[in-house]
Structures are given as C-alpha cells and as structure tokens.
C-alpha cells in the first residue's frame, strides 16, 4: 500500500481488508499503521547491514576497485528499489525528526559508512590514499551520495538518465572518492 498511496492516508480498516483480516486482529500485532510500518522498517534494516559485504575485504586497487566500486553502486541501488516505498517512510520519519525511524536508517548507513571508512584507512596505510583525507568524511559523503541518489532514481530518469548511464557514472564517483583516482579498465 505505501508504494501507491501516500503514508498518511494508509489507515488501519485498508489494512486489514488487503491481509484479508480485520481490524480488531491487526489491533492485536500493532498499536497502528506506524507500528507495522516501523516493524517492516526493522526488518528491512536487518537486510540493509548486509550491504557491508559489497565494501568488507574487498580490494580497491586495479580492475578489482572498478568492479567493487560498480557492485557497491549496483547492489546499493538494487536494495533501495527493492525497498523504495518503506525507505520513503523512514526517510520522511527521519527528516522530520522521529529517533525511531533516524535509528533505522542509520542501523542501515552506518556499517556501510564504517566499513567505506575501514577500506579508506587501509589505503591510506599503504600509501594508497592522502594522508590528509579524512576517511570518515569521504564514507558519510559516499553514503549520503548513494542514498540520495538512490531515493531520486525515477527522478533521473525524469531528466533523461537511463540506469545504464546512471551506474557507471555513480561507481566512478564513489571509486574516486574512495581512492582519490580515476578507476583502471
């Protein structure tokens, strides 16, 4: 229902009659339509922490950091579509100030900000990466950057974007920030 009707007019009588159930029992699993929305939300941010394992032990040197770079953005942008009605909700909870729905969205960004952020330090100690770059901030950037972009996918192709340029584009960006260069074909 939250990918064809606006959050707050999903009522709990609509509910139910979709699951084919009445009220009374939706009352007996949730207070309200907020309380299955926030129970939908944890879950779906338990499968958002696995977005680490796009970053974690991956080498971001060569060909390999391209293709880690291009499966980052990839998979990124494949679990916000998946999730875009419910991510819309979080996003609105959170902006508008709800601890609940801001903790759910970072129980998502933030493995993938520390693991970005591991990866970055690694480089760094090996010389890979300016000593003078804060890993953390290049991370949340590139965090922030993807959810962003996530969020306003249909917006690009409003503009005339197509995912297939889309993609390539946002890897190159991320893989810079990553490493401070150009990826290697």
């Known amino acids: 229902m939250l990918s064809t009707s606006p959050y707050r007019d999903v009522k709990v009588i609509d509910v139910a009659r979709m699951a084919g159930t009445s009220p009374a029992t939706f009352y007996q699993y949730f207070p309200d339509v907020e309380g299955a929305v926030l129970e939908l939300a944890e879950e779906m941010a338990k499968e958002g922490t696995g977005l680490t394992d796009l970053v974690a032990g991956r080498s971001w040197v060569g060909k390999s950091g391209a293709a880690a770079a291009e499966e980052l953005v990839d998979g990124f942008l494949s679990f916000w579509r998946k999730h875009d009605a419910i991510l819309r909700v979080v996003d609105l909870g959170a902006a508008e100030g709800d601890k609940r729905f801001y903790k759910i969205r970072m129980k998502i960004?933030?493995?993938l900000t520390n693991s970005l952020?591991?990866?970055?330090?690694?480089?760094?100690?090996k010389g890979r990466v300016d000593k003078d770059v804060s890993p953390a901030a290049i991370a949340g950037a590139l965090v922030v950057m993807l959810a962003a972009v996530a969020a306003h996918q249909k917006g690009f192709q409003s503009w005339g974007v197509k995912q297939s340029e889309l993609k390539p584009n946002l890897a190159l960006l991320v893989h810079l920030g990553i490493t401070g260069k150009k990826p290697v074909r």
């Open 117 to 125: 952020t591991d990866s970055i330090k690694e480089l760094q100690a």
């Open 109 to 111: 960004l933030n493995p």
